[in-house]
């Protein structure tokens, strides 16, 4: 600790992102990340953007991706922000929206950035427990007064909360920003996109981390009225006016317009986490319904830090929670065929000795 730092900067508890293992041939399931490549077409934008031109700014606005963004979503272009990762949208709306407030609504167990994000950006929470079967009820989520966050399906637990519990929430807070955080709604859930037009108060982020397989881009955005959307462009534009480069909003562009790719993988993921799921309860585990690129899942006898030291040490790495009441619980990226029999393999031979 530096005695240059200021308060704010020695009171922080950073997040700590998911392991990046430098060893080779191993069976990465820990991050969420998409195990299928980004779209040819994407390669290819990438490719062409690499020129001469790169000795120029990129565009500060994003236009064309905006323009894509609100194309493929029905919206105007006005009610698109993009940013460097959905992580940068969700700080500049936490700095939007959220700044100095108190009573931010969110769950107990849900995307650990979100309590750093009110360290930062002196946000008071107030965290409110899932339920039993690990859900979000939406009647907990009324009377805020900074506003409400959560992923849909949640992180960890690939969780769902559907549209109509979704309304009550905004119905119930028509005076703040209700934040409903898509990262992974492209796996078998329906985005709230589609009640902006009704909700004012209504902003989604997504990312193209994670069913576009960009995560290595660092491509997110905000999806909203045109007035929530022109409050996160003022904080962008004084935070830094150029977060996106030319080769990745190319990229990004490319991602949307290639619809047919991007079905076709997501239909992947999901063909392999039922695969997966199954195969986790035949082993003894209780699987939570994830509607996301990965699985929550406990064993009824062993316990989650025994299992993903044995597994680590045989080439398989997963997500471990240290946390309270999923501390019993490991999160699973959803992997390749492969990757998934390499995983099951490892575990019968613990398990079934």
């Known amino acids: 600790m530096s005695k240059f730092w200021s308060e704010n900067t020695k009171r922080l ?26 779209s040819p077409l994407v390669l290819q934008a990438m490719h062409d953007a690499v020129n001469g031109d790169l000795r120029l700014y990129p565009d500060p606005n994003a236009d064309n991706l905006k323009q894509t963004v609100a194309d493929y979503y029905g919206l105007q272009k006005s009610q698109v922000f993009v940013g460097n990762g959905s992580d940068e949208v969700l700080a500049h709306a936490f700095a939007a929206f959220f700044q100095g407030k108190q009573q931010l609504l969110m769950p107990d167990i849900s995307y650990s950035f979100y309590p750093v994000y009110c360290q930062l950006y002196d946000v008071k929470p107030r965290v409110i427990q899932l339920d039993a079967q690990f859900a979000i009820n939406s009647a907990d989520y009324a009377g805020a007064v900074a506003g409400v966050i959560f992923p849909n399906p949640n992180a960890p637990t690939g ?26 709604i492209d796996f078998g859930g329906v985005s709230a996109v589609k009640l902006i037009a009704d909700y004012p108060n209504l902003l989604v982020v997504q990312t193209l981390s994670k069913s576009r397989s960009l995560a290595g881009m660092r491509v997110g955005l905000a999806l909203g009225q045109a007035e929530l959307i022109e409050g996160l462009e003022r904080v962008k534009n004084s935070f830094n006016s150029y977060p996106l480069d030319r080769v990745a909003q190319a990229a990004a562009i490319a991602a949307f317009k290639d619809d047919g790719y991007f079905r076709s993988t997501c239909k992947k993921v999901i063909d392999n986490r039922i695969w997966l799921t199954e195969q986790l309860r035949q082993l003894g585990f209780e699987v939570l319904p994830s509607y996301a690129n990965f699985v929550f899942a406990c064993h009824v006898e062993k316990a989650a830090e025994e299992i993903a030291v044995f597994l680590r040490q045989h080439g398989v790495v997963v997500r471990h929670f240290q946390q309270a009441r999923i501390d019993n619980f490991l999160r699973i990226s959803i992997g390749t ?15 079934m000795k």
Do not use: W
């Open 337 to 351: 065929v492969e990757q998934q029999q390499r995983l099951i393999a490892v575990l019968k031979e613990l398990l």
């Open 159 to 184: 969780c769902i909360l559907p549209l109509a519990m979704i309304e009550k929430i905004l119905q119930a807070n028509p005076e703040c920003v209700v934040l409903v955080d898509e990262a992974y």
């Open 13 to 38: 508890q950073p997040y700590v992102p998911g392991e990046q293992p430098k060893f080779s041939n191993l069976v990465k399931l820990n991050t969420n990340e998409n195990p299928f490549a980004p």
